[in-house]
């Protein structure tokens, strides 16, 4: 920069301050807007997360109870109509905005499925529509299809409820004969015995389920497939314009969000009203640009005060920078011509200077720490090498290594003395050398004389290595060929068996006989099945490719569905099952069709080795969890669920306690009468810790064993 131009800056440098005070100024005042703007749309988007929490969990719920009616009519599809109302006024009492709940058993009109209406439940005074089938819509007509395909719940798109026509949703649940298979499609298909219908007033449902956020928000509810809207909500006084759909839809802080109906997405745009906005107001902004203002006349009056002492510093800086300049060109020739080169640090140990002599381009250490270069040394040498740097004392060479970037090895001893100012300690200053053509003819020397023994030993050690896996492998090999063979030769002898008797005696044999044998090839054709799934599902889980669908679900829900499942199991060996909760809140995120397989697998265990009249313990408890798998996390815990069961069995070894979680293991008590692959806790603990959680066994003191499961809590993910 030129002299004049210097000067001119000098002479305006008020002026400058001026202009740059008030730009800056502005861009203070736009920033402050815009931060107002963007708290106040996060502040929009957690409510409305919060309220789309509240629509999707509430929709679960009526699923799930859906679900609970409908295992009910699987087992009596020609309920009564007062017994019917009763577990439908139950579910209708704990959601007022149910329109209805009707009973549509399957009936086949020349060849054709058709689902009329036999039971229904409807408040106050309407007349029930018995008789009306339920498929002569083309909306719920769709939906009962795809519902009985996927063998799961589907929520229709708006439809006229009958018989008014009040406008809303149905929730259409498949109901399949009990004890019948639904693994494909087409047994599905021939399972289904009605069709279960909850009729859902969308206007009622979200009134009470935003209603804590009137007055709040505006909100515009669309169903995606066809973006038809479902609900609107705007109030303002009597003196204000109520916006449009449109208007709540293009609001600049508008957010949107998607809720999963089941199986439907519907769309949530919520976008703040008066009442929010009065929550923030927008002072700060013109508060940010007079403080801005005032600061840049402040500056303005300390420039000046400066100014008349510049001319003062300048030349005594001028005259000790000519002194410096003479001193330091002495002594950088010295520097350059020396075969060493020198370096120097500051106080926090940081290289601020290295002369000419380091060839090597170590000018791209300035700034570093000597433990920030990529130094090869032992953990123990730095550890020495540091402490004498804290205590401030003197070192000779030390010796180290770097790998260039060719991939070279270069080696270097440096010593150094520490300085002071006074008895403030400023830094280091030393020299250094290049040793590496010594290392190298060291190391020829060393490499001369170890280098028979050590291919001897290389040799050796690949050998044994070689040995011991060829081994492991033959051992796995055998141990996994032994276990299949006999899990598949069992049922399969039976189901040939059980075929060759029926073959035999198919003329001469009773029904009854003929039903027996068909019974025992099911269950030997249902326990090669399930052996294979859990083939299928381990070869999965290894391979990574097992699925997830991470929701918010309830914990003690699911344990109670899965214990009612197998309640027969229980009955069978007359076993009691207690189900015990001692946790605050027992929501968690998770998949709900891999935990309920941990459950069954971890209570089939539980069965299988309690004795009869025993009882099984079910346990959810709150738990402290590590943060993650290091061995650093377990200092930082996270809240997190405990599900625990406990049989009265037998129990497990301690010295197996660990290896039950593997692959094809049992326990050497259970192994040779129990029966089983041992996969069912190999795909528990990899489920498990696809959940972030952990798996663990023990032995109760009372007798029998438990299995621990720690799961994160809502909201907490290690």
């Known amino acids: 920069m030129s002299t004049s131009l210097k000067n001119l800056l000098h ?18 005042y736009r920033t402050t807007g815009y931060w107002e703007d963007e708290q106040l749309r996060r502040h929009v988007a957690k409510e409305a997360d919060v309220l789309s929490s509240r629509i999707e969990d509430r929709l679960e719920t009526i699923r799930k109870e859906a679900h609970i009616l409908a295992t009910t009519l699987a087992r009596r599809p020609d309920i009564g109509a007062e017994e019917f109302d009763e577990f439908a006024g139950l579910v209708m009492k704990h959601h007022p905005m149910l329109y209805g709940i009707a009973w549509a058993p399957r009936r086949i009109v020349q060849g054709q499925p058709h689902f009329p209406v036999a039971r229904v439940l409807l408040p106050g005074d309407i007349v029930p529509p018995l008789g009306f089938d339920i498929t002569s819509e083309s909306r719920r007509a769709a939906a009962i299809t795809w519902a009985i395909e996927s063998g799961e719940a589907v929520i229709t798109r708006e439809v006229k409820l009958q018989p008014n026509g009040t406008r809303g949703v149905v929730l259409i649940q498949p109901v399949f004969a009990a004890g ?63 916006p449009t759909i ?25 976008a703040p009203a008066p009442g929010i906005l009065m929550e923030h107001p927008r002072e700060r902004p013109a508060l940010s640009l007079l403080l801005s203002l005032l600061l840049v006349i402040a500056t303005i009056l300390i420039a000046r005060l400066l100014k008349r002492g510049r001319a003062n510093l300048e030349n005594l800086v001028a005259q000790k920078t000519v002194a410096l300049r003479s001193s330091e060109e002495r002594f950088r020739d010295l520097f350059e011509l020396s075969a060493d080169w020198f370096w120097e640090m500051d106080a926090d140990l940081r290289f601020s200077y290295f002369s000419g002599g380091s060839s090597r381009g170590m000018d791209k250490f300035i700034g570093l720490r000597r433990w920030e270069l990529p130094i090869e040394l032992p953990p123990e040498q730095w550890a020495v090498h540091k402490m ?9 060479d030390f010796e180290y290594s770097i790998s260039s970037v060719d991939g070279t090895r270069l080696w270097y001893a440096i010593s150094g003395k520490p300085l002071f100012d006074g008895s403030r300690f400023v830094g280091y200053r ?158 968690m995120m998770g998949d709900p069709k891999r935990i309920d397989q941990i459950l069954r697998n971890l209570l089939g265990n539980a069965i299988k080795f309690t004795p009869e009249g025993r009882r099984i313990e079910i346990e959810i408890a ?36 660990d290896d039950v979680f593997e692959k094809f293991t049992q326990s050497s008590r259970t192994n040779t009468g129990a029966g089983g692959t041992g996969l069912g806790l190999a795909i528990c603990s990899e489920m498990t810790r696809a959940h972030r959680g952990i798996i663990r066994a023990r032995n109760r003191p009372d007798g029998g064993a438990a299995i621990d499961i720690f799961l994160p809590a809502l909201g907490e993910s290690p």
């Open 622 to 657: 709150d738990c402290a969890i590590p943060s993650g798998r290091r061995a650093g996390d377990s200092s930082h815990l996270l809240p997190g669920l405990r599900l625990t069961v406990a049989d009265e069995g037998i129990g497990i070894p301690e010295a197996e306690l």
């Open 388 to 396: 004498v740097l804290e205590a401030r004392q003197p070192f000779r």
């Open 430 to 587: 030393g020299t250094g050398r290049d040793i590496t053509s010594r290392k190298a003819l060291e190391e020829e020397l060393r490499e001369h004389r170890d280098n028979l023994k050590e291919l001897v030993a290389a040799q050796t050690a690949g050998l044994l290595r070689a040995k011991e896996a060829a081994e492991q492998a033959n051992q796995s090999k055998s141990e996994f060929l032994t276990n299949m063979s006999h899990e598949l030769r069992t049922p399969m002898h039976a189901v040939l068996s059980f075929a060759r008797i029926g073959h035999l005696k198919a003329d001469i044999a009773p029904p009854d006989k003929l039903r027996g044998y068909f019974e025992h090839i099911r269950a030997s054709g249902e326990r090669m099945l399930e052996l294979v799934n859990d083939l299928l599902d381990l070869s999965k889980l290894e391979a990574g490719r097992m699925q997830y669908s991470m929701h918010r679900m309830d914990l003690r829900r699911c344990v109670r569905e899965v214990v009612a499942e197998l309640a027969a199991l229980f009955e069978t060996k007359k076993l009691a099952c207690t189900i015990v909760v001692n946790a605050t809140d027992c929501h």
């Open 180 to 242: 019948r298979p639904t693994h494909t499609i087409a047994e599905r298909q021939a399972s289904v015995v009605g069709i279960l219908a909850v009729g859902i007033d969308t206007q009622a449902y979200f009134d009470q389920v935003m209603r804590p956020q009137w007055g709040r928000f505006d909100f515009v509810v669309r169903d995606t497939p066809g973006e038809e809207v479902l609900y609107v909500h705007a109030v303002r006084p009597d003196s204000a314009q109520v």
């Open 11 to 28: 002479r305006n440098l008020a002026l400058l301050i001026v202009v740059s005070g008030v730009l800056g100024s502005l861009f203070v």
């Open 246 to 270: 449109d208007a709540i839809e293009q609001a600049a802080t508008m957010h949107r969000s998607e809720v999963r109906a089941v199986d439907h997405p519907w769309v949530i745009r919520a």
